[in-house]
């Protein structure tokens, strides 16, 4: 079983609404997670990097969230553009040296 | 300041050959870890290096391989490769921090490999 799950697997958003992507993990000792965006054909490029003792940290119009006593952290996107179309990874990092990836969430914005 | 560099970006390759990827990390980056992504499994880690020492491996065979060489430049090798090789390799590079540290890593534009 996967140690990092994330819902939904893929979307489809209006221009202009808000979206919230979700990600379990089971990771521990729990280090840090990371949200990362990855446009087609490109890399995946780091939009926020959140540890124990935080909850909140936005990037722009990026939002993520970590309760790390449920072991669930969010990604929320508000008044989305279309270059918002893209993979969003989670990324949870734990203490030593492993690294446990989700497979993405697949967003796709319609004008 | 330039950055992770990948070559070549696109390569096909038949069955049975073997295929070097080359990474050139952002300057003064001295770890560079490998990853192979495809649609099914997402992001998978290969290895990592740092200081031309292979620190972490992956969960992959003997096929792939790895090195570093002194100026932090690192290419990855698959020898007598399968059909479910094809996939995007991305290459990260980070300042120096072991992964679990907060050390940020930031990954090149990868290079897609199909396998006929």
């Known amino acids: 079983k996967n140690q990092v799950e994330q819902s939904p697997q893929s979307l489809i958003i209006l221009e202009g609404k808000n979206c919230t992507l979700q990600?379990?993990?089971?990771?521990?000792?729990?280090?840090?997670l990371r949200w990362y965006k990855q446009d087609t054909g490109r890399g995946p490029v780091s939009l926020t990097i959140?540890?124990?003792?935080?909850n909140t940290k936005s990037n722009g119009r990026y939002t993520a969230t970590l309760d790390a006593d449920t072991k669930q952290s969010s990604l929320h996107i508000t008044a989305s553009q279309l270059s918002d179309s893209a993979s969003y990874i989670c990324?949870?990092?734990?203490?030593?040296?492993?690294?446990?990836f989700g497979k993405g969430n697949q967003v796709v914005v319609i004008p | 300041k330039a950055g992770v560099t990948q070559t070549p970006r696109y390569l096909i390759k038949t069955r049975g050959q073997q295929v070097t990827l080359s990474c050139s990390p952002i300057?003064?980056?001295?770890?560079v870890s490998w990853y192979q992504q495809t649609p099914g499994q997402g992001l998978q880690f290969l290895f990592e290096?740092?200081?031309?020492?292979?620190?972490n491996k992956g969960n992959f065979p003997g096929r792939f391989s790895g090195r570093q060489f002194s100026n932090s430049r690192s290419e990855m090798n698959v020898s007598t490769l399968e059909l479910g090789d094809s996939a995007l390799y991305l290459c990260?590079?980070?300042?120096?921090?072991?992964?679990?540290?907060?050390?940020?890593?930031?990954f090149g534009p990868g290079t897609r490999l199909t396998v006929l």
């Open positions: 290096y740092f200081s031309e020492t292979q620190r």
């Open positions: 990600c379990n993990y089971t990771v521990s000792p729990f280090s840090n």
């Open positions: 990260a590079s980070s300042l120096a921090g072991r992964q679990g540290a907060q050390n940020e890593q930031f």
């Open positions: 959140m540890t124990f003792s935080e």
């Open positions: 300057s003064g980056h001295r770890s």
């Open positions: 990324v949870v990092s734990a203490k030593g040296n492993r690294l446990a």
